[in-house]
């Protein structure tokens, strides 16, 4: 029965909520493919982390901009394993110097690229997979930030709208083909991410941010992780185009 073994693709799965849902994965009895950009020593301890808990786990350093990269994780993941059934697009980039008037061409392209073109690419490439198999699930991680919109957070913000509205059409055009694709949208995460943007908030305002959440706390990631298993389990089998907030409570 190996081969009925269910398998994953976690992009950004080496660190933060990414690990966490990696882990989760791994813990729930799928094999587990992780792609990480630069950051060697964490793909080398998740990778080993999850291979001690009895879980295969392969991890491929891509640059998810590049189509050559995002082709090595799909024929890697195809090769291994000889299906997908699970795709989580969680790499990401954030940013919040910039009002949009000053924001460099360059970084709004890099944001929209990397949080956006780039999950379009790799679900282009894994869903005539998944209609060969007839179906599998798709979950993208998007942000609280569109409920939000604030000011100084404008690619970031626009990169994730965007990718809500591939969420719920993608939904709509494969609910067919039984290939479910839902978005989570996290509040702030306990992350390396989440304090960098704390960090150029400055103290005051960072105070103020994490305030302004009802339950006046950020969420962890395993919280995030918790969700998506959620979503790619049969109880869930009824939910597709959905964009799920977990956000301790809508600010504002």
Known sequence: MAQDTPTCVVTGGTRGIGKAIALRMSADGYKTLLTYKSDESSA????????????????????????????????TALSTWGKIDVLVNNAAISSNENLIADTDPEDWKEMINVNLNSVFDITRKVIPIMRRRGGGNIVNLSSNITKRLAPTFGAYAV??????????????????????????????????????????????????FLNMVPMKRAGEPEEIASMVAMLVSDVSSYVTGQVIFVNGGPSG
């Open 159 to 208: 990169s994730k709208a965007g990718l809500e509205a591939l969420t719920i059409i993608l939904a709509k055009e494969e609910a067919p083909n039984g290939i479910r694709v839902n978005a989570i949208a996290p509040g702030p995460i306990n992350t390396k991410m989440l304090q960098g943007l704390l960090d150029e908030m400055g103290p005051e305002k960072a105070k103020a």
């Open 44 to 75: 080398i301890e998740t990778t080993q982390e999850i291979r001690n808990l009895g879980s295969e786990c392969v991890c491929v350093k891509a640059d998810l901009t590049r189509p050559e990269s995002v082709d090595t994780v799909v024929e």
